[in-house]
């Protein structure tokens, strides 16, 4: 049975198929898609005087570039390879003020309680960028007062008119409810006695050039056993780019949010 996609087997397995975490097509993006928002908005949160923290923070891409401007930054992901590419990266690029600790903070790893590997009162940005909600669990006790939490929450491409004419592996499953993040989160932060400061929705073309980068997408994360191979998928794709594809390509939607919480002062 196929791996739940962005599921803890499934991350795992990931590591065994790529170096680091990162989208491995090729596709044509507006500006302003959500994930580049998220880059920017974090941008405009740093000081050099504040410790920060990151979430799920992969192979550090993010919590180096937070290391220029920030006073310290704390970085942790559950996955080895990736904590091992981030120090290696760290060490190569001279940079001394993060560190990445390998550290799995779901309940599930601490008895039932979220723990983030950190002292109380430790950060004043807390950022994490598709990762999962458990963390915020914990981000009361290490936030300092007046501290700023951002996140950047995925969400799967809404089914398409054409879904039903793809190969049947290929194929995804949708959220019922396109605003199911929002309630989600306030409810997450409500626990902790946090209240939702900022929401952002993004929901923008995605656009596929040819069916190859299509399948790319598509067979992301999985293996050959799991998914046809593009030979015997290439029928179907090319009739559905022929009736379905613009000028520029087969388009899926793309949906981001981004949300903002802030810790009270006293």
């Not at 458990?134 to 929450?153: F, Q």
Request: aromatic letters at 12%; a negative charge; hydrophobic letters at 45%.
């Amino acid at each position: 049975m196929p791996l739940a996609p962005q599921s803890p087997l499934w991350y795992d397995r990931l590591t065994t198929l790529q170096k680091g975490y990162y989208y491995p097509w090729r596709s044509m993006l507006p500006v302003w898609h959500g994930e580049d928002v998220f880059r920017n908005l974090v941008a405009l949160h740093l000081q050099a005087n504040l410790d920060v923290l990151e979430v799920a923070c992969a192979q550090g891409e993010l919590a180096l570039e937070m290391a220029a401007t920030a006073r310290s930054v704390v970085a942790y992901d559950r996955m080895a390879d990736y904590i091992r590419l981030a120090q290696e990266a760290a060490q190569e690029r001279g940079i001394h003020n993060v560190s990445f600790l390998l550290h799995d903070s779901s309940t599930q790893a601490n008895g039932g309680q979220a723990l983030i590997p950190a002292p109380d009162g430790s950060f004043d940005l807390l950022v994490c960028s598709k990762g999962p909600f458990h963390w915020i669990e914990d981000s009361r006790r290490v936030a300092r007062p007046g501290a700023t939490l951002l996140m950047l929450v995925p969400d799967t491409a809404p089914l398409t008119p054409w879904h039903g004419l793809l190969p049947e592996a290929l194929r995804w499953q949708a959220f019922d409810d396109p605003n199911w993040a929002y309630p989600a989160i306030e409810e997450r932060l409500g626990a902790v006695q946090l209240n939702l400061h900022s929401w952002w929705s993004f929901d923008v073309p995605e656009i596929f050039a040819t069916p190859e980068d299509f399948y790319i997408w598509r067979a992301w994360g999985t293996t050959p056993d799991e998914v046809p191979t593009y030979i015997d998928a290439a029928s179907d794709l090319e009739r559905i780019f022929e009736k379905y594809a613009g000028s520029q390509g087969l388009e899926i939607r793309r949906r981001r949010y981004i949300w903002k919480a802030i810790v009270a002062n006293g």
